[in-house]
């Protein structure tokens, strides 16, 4: 990139600041991508809450290339991902994941999953995109859409062409901005469960949402 294109791309983020997203399914190829937005918004989320140690030890085990890899090769897991738009001055190269929603087979040993349930594990977005346009296929900014519930409407749309009848997910008990968007979008409490982060044992809620 030429200085000249340097400094037009700088005028352009400092004058128009504001981001979009476009939402497409991920492939095993993401796989190295999710590992990178997976830590990194974990570790946005949880610095309130969790020892540093304990978000590096909890990253380096659950959000490797090779953990999102194993989730995506099995069959009843389907991930969206929040892409930016390409970045100034690489039109034809695609943008960077910063946000995703995990959908999979239940990992909630304690609670009592029926063979109909499926899982959000984890959805996850960087702060600084929550309020950035979500565009559709045509690249146009969808009115009123919030790229997180735009993620979530993503995976309660797979989960019932899974034909799946409930969804459940757990969440910190702390974690009161997320349990205000679960229950907006319908999920009640059903249970609780403990977590392991690291050496921290958290106390999470469980929801479920009838689909
Ligand atoms: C969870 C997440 C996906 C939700 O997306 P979002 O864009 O923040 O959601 P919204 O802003 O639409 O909704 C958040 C709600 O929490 C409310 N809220 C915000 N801060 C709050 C707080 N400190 N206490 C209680 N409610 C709060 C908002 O008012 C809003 O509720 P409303 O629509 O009834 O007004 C996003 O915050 C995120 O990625 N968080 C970090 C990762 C995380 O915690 N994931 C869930 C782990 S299980």
């Not at 700088?10 to 997976?38: K, Y």
């Not at 499926?118 to 146009?140: N, Q, W």
């Not at 469960?193 to 929801?207: A, E, K, M, P, W």
Request: glycine share 6%.
């Amino acid at each position: 990139m030429s200085i000249d294109a340097i400094k037009s791309a700088t005028v352009n983020i400092a004058s128009d600041p504001i981001e979009s997203v476009t939402l497409r399914h991920a492939t095993l190829a993401d796989a190295p991508a999710l590992a990178l937005a997976g830590a990194g918004t974990f570790l946005e989320a949880f610095t309130w809450m969790l020892p540093g140690a304990d978000i590096v030890a909890h990253c380096l085990k659950h959000h490797t290339a090779e953990v999102y890899a194993h989730y995506m090769e099995h069959p009843d897991t389907r991930v969206t991902l929040a892409v930016t738009s390409p970045a100034v001055g690489f039109e034809e190269e695609p943008g960077s994941v910063v946000g995703y929603v995990l959908l999979c087979a239940p990992e909630l040993p304690t609670f009592n999953v029926l063979p109909t349930d499926i899982e959000l594990k984890r959805i996850y977005l960087f702060s600084r995109f929550r309020t950035a346009p979500v565009l559709d296929a045509e690249g146009d900014a969808i009115p009123g859409l919030r790229p997180a519930q735009a993620l979530l409407d993503a995976t309660v749309a797979d989960a019932r062409a899974l034909g799946r009848s409930r969804l459940l997910l757990g969440t910190h008990a702390g974690n009161l901005r997320a349990i205000a968007f679960y229950r907006r979008n319908g999920f009640t409490e059903a249970g609780t469960r403990t977590f392991h982060v690291g050496n921290q044992v958290c106390s999470d809620l469980i929801f479920a949402k009838v689909l």
